[in-house]
């Protein structure tokens, strides 16, 4: 075994106890090399069930990840991610965030599926100048929207499909700021936007009455400040009769830790409370296979049979290797 040989393994084994990056020179003959180790989270999304939107578990027959970035045809894809999934008529859609790998920029593409199991790439649906994700769509008076995560823009815009499921148009925007993962619902004739700033740890709270209305921050808001383990929103708020339900990232002590549920049990235009619906999360990593490092996410769905099908994702660590001169 030569030198350069040894300072990859080193460099790797660095890298797998929980190094994120690793450089090593090398010197071989008249030339000069670096050599670099780079660890990366790689996200895929898979389908789980349970009986109720916050006991899920890996639906039968799906042991793995429904969609990849080796599903995307038309991108060079490093990773999916964020699924957010409507369904119309018989047939489900999802949209999901496609990062790509030489410019690490999202967009955001559809899939489709007949039974909400098996799932079919069609093809990137929104892409901006800037960053997307977390495409959170929904329909409302006959009309499909959608909130894309969208900070680098520096702000929160809304998109209305014109020809849905494949062409959307930007209406307005809702909120300016540096804010990510926005997630809306409507309760008591009142619209809601959960958002997180950047670091993870603080949730601020928005309302209006009308979707493409003014926007005002609560007063409460922010609602969560300095706790990464519930701040950020990890999927769709669900409104069940008079119960609100929200689901939030637990990104501590690392990012995309697991999804925990918490039960609003307060919400008024003055006033705010909720309550952790167990101290266990929703969703956390296997600690092997396609999401070993972890989970942040899901959007669960009533299935008309009393149970509940939702999409969910989830990443593990691949090592990368390169050598330049």
């Given at each position: 075994?030569?030198?350069?040989?040894r300072a990859m393994i080193v460099a790797a084994a660095l890298l797998l106890t929980g190094?994120?990056?690793?450089?090593?020179?090398?010197?071989?003959?008249?030339?000069?090399?670096?050599?670099?180790?780079?660890?990366?989270?790689?996200?895929?999304?898979?389908?789980?069930?349970?009986?109720?939107?916050?006991?899920?578990?890996?639906?039968?027959?799906?042991?793995?990840?429904?969609?990849?970035?080796?599903?995307?045809?038309?991108?060079?894809?490093?990773?999916?991610?964020?699924?957010?999934?409507?369904?119309?008529?018989?047939?489900?859609?999802?949209?999901?965030?496609?990062?790509?790998?030489?410019?690490?920029?999202?967009d955001i593409a559809l899939a489709v599926s007949d039974d909400g199991f098996e799932w079919?790439?069609?093809?990137?649906?929104?892409?901006?100048?800037?960053?997307?994700?977390?495409?959170?769509?929904?329909?409302?008076?006959?009309?499909?929207?959608?909130?894309?995560?969208?900070?680098?823009?520096?702000?929160?815009?809304?998109?209305?499909?014109?020809?849905?499921?494949?062409?959307?148009?930007?209406?307005?925007?809702?909120?300016?700021?540096?804010?990510?993962?926005?997630?809306?619902?409507?309760?008591?004739?009142?619209?809601?936007?959960?958002?997180?700033?950047?670091?993870?740890?603080?949730?601020?709270?928005?309302?209006?009455?009308?979707?493409?209305?003014?926007?005002?921050?609560?007063?409460?808001?922010?609602?969560?400040?300095?706790?990464?383990?519930?701040?950020?929103?990890?999927g769709r708020v669900l409104v069940l009769g008079d119960r609100v339900i929200r689901l939030?990232?637990?990104?501590?002590?690392?990012?995309?830790?697991?999804?925990?549920?918490?039960?609003?049990?307060?919400?008024?235009?003055?006033?705010?409370?909720?309550?952790?619906?167990?101290?266990?999360?929703?969703?956390?990593?296997?600690?092997?296979?396609?999401?070993?490092?972890?989970?942040?996410?899901?959007?669960?769905?009533?299935?008309?049979?009393?149970?509940?099908?939702?999409?969910?994702?989830?990443?593990?660590?691949?090592?990368?290797?390169?050598?330049?001169?």
């Amino acid at each position: 075994m030569n030198r350069h040989h040894r300072a990859m393994i080193v460099a790797a084994a660095l890298l797998l106890t929980g190094g994120a990056a690793f450089v090593l020179g090398v010197e071989m003959g008249n030339k000069s090399l670096l050599s670099f180790f780079t660890r990366r989270a790689t996200w895929a999304i898979s389908i789980y069930t349970g009986d109720s939107p916050y006991n899920l578990h890996p639906a039968e027959g799906i042991p793995g990840p429904v969609l990849t970035a080796d599903h995307v045809t038309d991108a060079d894809a490093r990773s999916v991610a964020d699924p957010f999934m409507v369904r119309e008529g018989a047939r489900w859609y999802m949209f999901f965030e496609v990062i790509n790998r030489g410019t690490g920029q999202g967009d955001i593409a559809l899939a489709v599926s007949d039974d909400g199991f098996e799932w079919s790439y069609r093809q990137i649906v929104l892409d901006e100048p800037f960053h997307l994700s977390y495409p959170y769509v929904f329909k409302w008076r006959g009309e499909y929207y959608m909130v894309p995560e969208s900070f680098q823009a520096n702000a929160v815009r809304l998109y209305r499909a014109r020809e849905f499921p494949t062409r959307w148009e930007h209406v307005k925007d809702l909120v300016r700021g540096i804010l990510v993962d926005p997630s809306l619902c409507r309760f008591n004739d009142t619209w809601w936007l959960f958002v997180s700033t950047v670091k993870n740890n603080e949730l601020r709270l928005y309302y209006a009455r009308e979707l493409t209305g003014q926007w005002r921050e609560h007063p409460e808001s922010p609602v969560v400040v300095g706790n990464a383990n519930i701040a950020r929103p990890g999927g769709r708020v669900l409104v069940l009769g008079d119960r609100v339900i929200r689901l939030a990232q637990d990104d501590d002590p690392h990012y995309g830790n697991a999804v925990r549920a918490f039960e609003i049990i307060r919400l008024t235009t003055t006033d705010y409370e909720e309550k952790e619906i167990s101290d266990e999360p929703v969703l956390r990593g296997s600690g092997r296979g396609w999401n070993a490092g972890g989970m942040h996410h899901a959007d669960p769905h009533p299935d008309g049979k009393g149970r509940w099908i939702a999409c969910v994702d989830g990443f593990r660590w691949t090592v990368h290797f390169e050598i330049r001169h």
